[in-house]
């Protein structure tokens, strides 16, 4: 059983930054971050491929980053110039099965998931 322990988030300003991180135990090819607010589904923000290879959503590009931890399956969601809408509560999420790990991929095809952990951002 493949079990996800995440850590960071927090209450920043507009324009603030803050870093997320995941930990996976087993045998991991995709890692993800999605977020969620009330009253909507559940969207991707950012995934890695163990290869290191790693897509964005629109929303975020040029503001958040992921990367590899040099741990074995160990992320980080690095996020720059954040704003108010960027507040949510964001999971980590993993899957071992080779399906495509790009943001777009239906959450429902991740099979492990993070607690969460909550990010807002104030005006």
């Known amino acids: 059983q493949v079990q996800l322990v995440e850590s960071g988030g927090g209450s920043v300003q507009a324009g603030g930054s803050l870093r997320l991180s995941c930990a996976a135990s087993g045998d991991i090819y995709c890692m993800a971050w999605f977020r969620q607010v009330p009253g909507k589904a559940r969207e991707g923000v950012a995934m890695?491929?163990?290869?290191?290879?790693?897509t964005y959503a629109e929303s975020v590009k040029g503001r958040f980053t992921i990367s590899k931890g040099n741990a074995k399956n160990t992320m980080f969601l690095g996020m720059n110039s954040l704003k108010p809408e960027d507040s949510a509560m964001y999971y980590c999420?993993?899957?071992?099965?080779?399906?495509?790990?790009?943001?777009?991929?239906?959450?429902?095809?991740?099979?492990?998931w993070g607690q969460g952990t909550q990010v807002t951002v104030s005006s």
């Open positions: 999420a993993a899957r071992s099965s080779a399906a495509p790990c790009v943001v777009g991929v239906a959450a429902s095809s991740f099979r492990y």
């Open positions: 890695v491929r163990s290869d290191g290879g790693s």
